[in-house]
């Protein structure tokens, strides 16, 4: 089979770019409208963006799922986390992570090479303490519980409200 290298290229960098938009939609959308996420943002100068890929209903795609969190969980493979302030659309990255299988793929030089991807695997594998270490104005683990907490008990509150309102309305 022959390939037309130029072609090639093109689809590659294209992929790439497609695939980094989807990271950022994501990424976006769970800042922007998860419900879990705008209740946290309320409470708290910064939030974790967490996404890790999961087999989709049908077996076969995948999906990336997004984690509103308060506390910088433990790296693993096949991740990516974010932090964002709050109520901005500044991202910074903590780590991005590809499936351990593929690492070899985004060394320099490569085709996936990703500056991105090479530095979290290199610290993933030499430095982990350091990449799971909270920022210096993280929530202490007591006070994230609180928060969550606090959250939980109002998304339940507006819940029984929603339903009672609507009960009401059907009586």
């Known amino acids: 089979m022959k390939l037309n290298r130029l072609e090639t290229h093109d689809r590659l960098i294209h992929f790439m770019k497609d695939q980094s938009a989807k990271i ?10 998860n419900p879990d996420s ?14 890790h890929p999961r087999t989709a209903d049908d077996g076969v795609s995948k999906r990336l799922l997004w984690q509103p969190r308060l506390v910088k969980p433990s790296a693993e493979p096949n991740s990516y986390l974010f932090r964002a302030q709050s109520h901005t659309d500044i991202l910074e990255i ?34 982990k303490k350091e990449l799971e270490k909270p920022f210096i104005d993280d929530l202490t683990d007591e006070q994230a519980v609180n928060i969550f907490k606090e959250s939980l008990r109002e998304a ?3 819940k029984r409200a929603i339903s009672e309102a609507s009960s009401s309305v059907s009586d």
Do not use: T
């Open 24 to 33: 950022w939609e994501g990424a976006d959308e769970c800042l922007r409208r």
């Open 38 to 51: 705008l209740r946290l943002q309320e409470k708290c100068h910064y939030i974790y963006i967490f996404a």
């Open 94 to 127: 903590c780590w991005l992570l590809p499936p351990r299988e593929l690492w070899g793929q985004y060394d320099m030089g490569k085709v996936c090479e990703s500056n991105w991807a090479a530095w979290s695997i290199e610290q993933f594998k030499n430095n």
């Open 156 to 158: 339940i509150a507006s």
